[in-house]
């Protein structure tokens, strides 16, 4: 739709003042601007095709990547649920192999762990009671009354 000043152009005198000369036509400037860009307009459309294809191609390929992403992790997960039940059983036999062995570095006696926590019992004791009073100090504090009130 033409605006006003293209509607006012219409009465614009097509020549400089002087004598009289035929009518003159009023200049478009919207015509006149894509008279000039269409050309190098026309240049770019190529462009613009190529760029199409190289976005249409990097999705293509991504969909592709994603794909078969999912297809490996699919066929790693399956693997991992046929051989679950295996390793389980491999490491279970192993732990109770090396629970079973006695040797260097085996795991002490019921007798030897009663003496090493009688021993550390005391310390532990301590330190427990003084978190727990610690504790129950924090919670009876009284609370300060608040100066807005």
């Given at each position: 739709?033409?605006?006003?000043?293209?509607?006012?152009?219409?009465?614009r005198?097509?020549?400089?003042?002087?004598?009289?000369?035929?009518?003159?036509?009023?200049?478009?400037?919207?015509?006149?601007?894509?008279?000039?860009?269409?050309?190098?307009l026309?240049?770019?459309?190529?462009?613009?095709?190529?760029?199409?294809?190289?976005?249409?191609?990097?999705?293509?390929?991504?969909?592709?990547?994603?794909?078969?992403?999912s297809?490996a992790?699919?066929?790693?997960r399956?693997?991992?649920?046929?051989?679950?039940?295996?390793?389980?059983?491999?490491a279970?036999?192993?732990?109770?192999?090396?629970?079973?062995?006695?040797?260097?570095?085996?795991?002490?006696?019921?007798?030897?762990?009663?003496?090493?926590?009688?021993?550390?019992?005391?310390?532990?004791?301590?330190?427990?009671?003084?978190?727990?009073?610690?504790?129950?100090?924090?919670?009876?504090?009284?609370?300060p009354?608040?100066?807005?009130?």
């Amino acid at each position: 739709m033409p605006g006003w000043r293209d509607f006012l152009d219409r009465f614009r005198p097509a020549g400089a003042p002087g004598a009289a000369v035929p009518g003159g036509v009023p200049v478009d400037r919207a015509a006149a601007a894509a008279a000039e860009l269409m050309p190098l307009l026309a240049r770019l459309d190529d462009d613009q095709q190529r760029a199409d294809g190289v976005r249409r191609a990097g999705l293509d390929r991504a969909e592709q990547i994603r794909r078969d992403g999912s297809a490996a992790a699919a066929a790693v997960r399956a693997r991992a649920a046929e051989n679950a039940e295996s390793v389980a059983a491999q490491a279970e036999a192993e732990v109770l192999g090396s629970a079973a062995t006695p040797g260097e570095g085996a795991a002490p006696d019921t007798a030897e762990i009663a003496r090493r926590a009688a021993e550390r019992l005391p310390g532990e004791v301590e330190r427990v009671v003084a978190v727990a009073r610690e504790l129950i100090a924090q919670l009876c504090a009284p609370i300060p009354e608040a100066a807005d009130r």
